[in-house]
C-alpha cells in the first residue's frame, strides 16, 4: 500500500497553498498527482514538489495583486499596518530617550526630530482616514529617502538596524496597499481584547529595553521576562491571522540577522545580545497579534 | 476588451478543451499529445492556469463526478474562452504563414 504516505505528502505541499484554493481544489489536485504517480512511489518527485510550491506562489502572487489575498492573510496585513509605524515610532523614541530625557526647559526644543518622529505616523494616519494607497505613496517615498542616506558618502549601507527599519518600513507599504488597512485593524481589536493583551505588551516592551529603567537591571530578569512574554504571546501563534502576522514579523529580524552575518562584525545591536534584539524586536508586535486571539472574529 | 497574447500552456489547455468537456488528469494527458509530448504539465501549473481561466471566465465547471471515492471535475470553454482561442490561433496562424512564405522566398533566393 503506497498510496497513502504518498498522498499525506502531497497533502503537506498543498499546505502551500491559500486555504480558499485548497477547499476548491485539493482534493481534485490530489487525485491528477495520484494518477501522474508511478505505482511504486513514495515521495513527490522533485519536479511536482518544485511546481507545486511555484504554482502556490503564483496563485498567492495574483491573490495579492487583485487585493484579494485569503482572510487570515487580509487580516494579518491589516494588522500589521496598524502595529508597523507603532514599532517604528517606538524605536525612534528608543534610540534618543536619554537624550529626550536629558533636555531641560533651558534647551530649545528639538521640534525637527520630533516632527521627523511624528511623520512616521502620517502613513498610518492616511490609512485610518481612508486614503491607503496614498499611505502608500508617503511610506514608498521614505524608503527611497532612507535609502539615498544609506547609499550617500558615510552611510551605513549595511547596518542591521537600519536594514530592519527598511523591512519594517517596506512591509508596512505593502500592508497598506494590500490589506483593508489600519481601520479594518481596529475593527478586529476588541476593548477585551487590548485590556488582555496590555500586560503582554508592557512585558514585551520592558524585555525589549522600550520602556527606560532607572537601574542596571540584572540580566537574568529582562531574561526571565523575555520567556515569559514569549509564552504569553505564543497563544497568537493558534490562530491563523496570529501565525501570518508573526512571519511578516519575523522578516524584521530576519534581514538584520542576515545583515548581521554579512557584515561579520559582531553580533549585537542596541547594545544587546543578539537574541535580546530579535526579541525585542518579535516580542511586541507578538504580543499585539495575541489581540487577534481575542478578537479576530473572522480569521479563519 | 484589449487583448493579450495568452502563453503556450495556456493555449494548449484551451485547445485540449476545444475537444470538450475535460478533467484535470484528462487535460494534461491531451496535453501532452497535442505538444508531440513537448509539454508536459504538472498538477501546480495545471490548477494555476485552470483557476486564473476561471476567474477571466474562459472556461467554467461542466460538471462532477465522484470516481473511486475521488473527486473528478470536468471543465469547459465558455463563449469568451471559444472567442479568445479563435482569436489567438487566427493570430498565429496568420504569423506562421508569413514565416512560411518569407523562409520559401529565402530558400529560393538562396538556389
Keep these: 500500500m503506497t498510496a497513502a504516505p504518498l498522498e499525506q505528502r502531497y497533502r503537506r505541499l498543498l499546505a502551500c497553498y491559500p486555504a480558499e484554493h485548497r477547499s476548491t481544489y485539493a482534493e481534485e489536485m490530489i487525485g491528477v498527482l495520484l494518477a501522474s504517480a508511478r505505482s511504486d512511489q513514495r515521495r513527490p518527485g522533485v519536479a511536482d514538489t518544485l511546481d507545486l510550491i511555484g504554482g502556490a506562489g503564483r496563485i498567492r502572487l495574483r491573490a495579492l495583486a487583485t487585493g484579494t489575498p485569503d482572510p487570515g492573510w487580509r ?8 502595529i508597523a509605524p507603532v514599532l517604528l515610532v517606538a524605536l525612534a523614541l528608543k534610540q534618543n530617550l536619554g537624550w529626550l530625557a536629558g533636555l531641560t526647559w533651558h534647551n530649545p526644543v ?3 526630530y520630533l516632527a521627523g518622529v511624528a511623520a512616521l505616523l502620517v502613513p498610518v494616519a492616511l490609512g485610518l482616514l481612508g486614503l491607503r494607497r496614498i499611505g502608500a505613496l508617503a511610506v514608498a517615498a521614505t524608503v527611497v529617502w532612507f535609502a539615498v542616506q544609506a547609499a550617500a558618502p558615510g552611510g551605513q549601507v549595511l547596518d542591521p538596524r537600519l536594514a530592519a527599519y527598511l523591512v519594517l518600513i517596506a512591509i508596512q507599504a505593502v500592508a497598506l496597499v494590500a490589506s483593508p488597512g489600519p481601520r479594518h485593524a481596529l475593527r478586529l481589536i476588541t476593548r477585551k481584547g487590548i485590556v488582555i493583551a496590555l500586560p503582554w505588551i508592557a512585558g514585551a516592551a520592558y524585555a525589549g529595553g522600550l520602556i527606560p529603567t532607572s537601574y542596571p537591571e540584572p540580566q537574568i530578569v529582562a531574561r526571565v521576562a523575555i520567556v515569559a512574554v514569549a509564552i504569553a504571546g505564543l497563544p497568537a501563534l493558534i490562530t491563523p491571522a496570529g501565525r501570518r502576522l508573526a512571519v511578516l514579523i519575523a522578516v524584521i529580524p530576519g534581514s538584520a ?3 548581521t552575518v554579512l557584515t561579520f562584525a559582531h553580533v549585537q545591536f542596541y547594545d544587546m545580545s543578539l537574541p535580546a ?15 487577534t486571539i481575542l478578537a479576530a472574529r473572522r480569521a479563519g | 476588451m484589449s487583448r493579450t497574447v495568452i502563453q503556450e500552456p495556456t493555449f494548449l489547455i ?4 476545444a475537444a470538450g468537456p475535460q478533467h484535470g488528469y484528462g487535460i494534461m494527458t491531451d496535453v501532452a499529445r497535442i505538444s508531440g509530448d513537448r509539454v508536459k504539465l504538472r498538477a501546480g501549473t495545471l490548477y494555476a492556469a485552470l483557476d486564473r481561466l476561471r476567474a477571466d471566465g474562459i472556461i467554467d465547471v461542466d460538471r462532477e463526478e465522484i470516481v473511486e471515492s475521488r473527486l473528478r471535475r470536468y471543465y469547459r470553454l465558455t463563449e469568451d474562452g471559444i472567442r479568445v482561442l479563435d482569436e489567438e490561433a487566427t493570430r498565429m496562424q496568420a504569423n506562421a504563414r508569413v514565416a512560411v512564405s518569407r523562409l520559401k522566398a529565402l530558400a529560393a533566393g538562396a538556389s
Design chain 1, 277 to 291: 534584539a530579535l526579541a525585542s524586536l518579535c516580542l511586541p508586535p507578538l504580543a499585539l497579534a495575541s489581540v
Design chain 1, 257 to 259: 540577522f542576515v545583515v
Design chain 1, 75 to 82: 487580516d494579518a496585513l491589516a494588522l500589521t499596518s496598524l
Design chain 2, 14 to 17: 484551451l485547445t485540449a478543451l
Design chain 1, 110 to 112: 528639538p521640534y525637527l
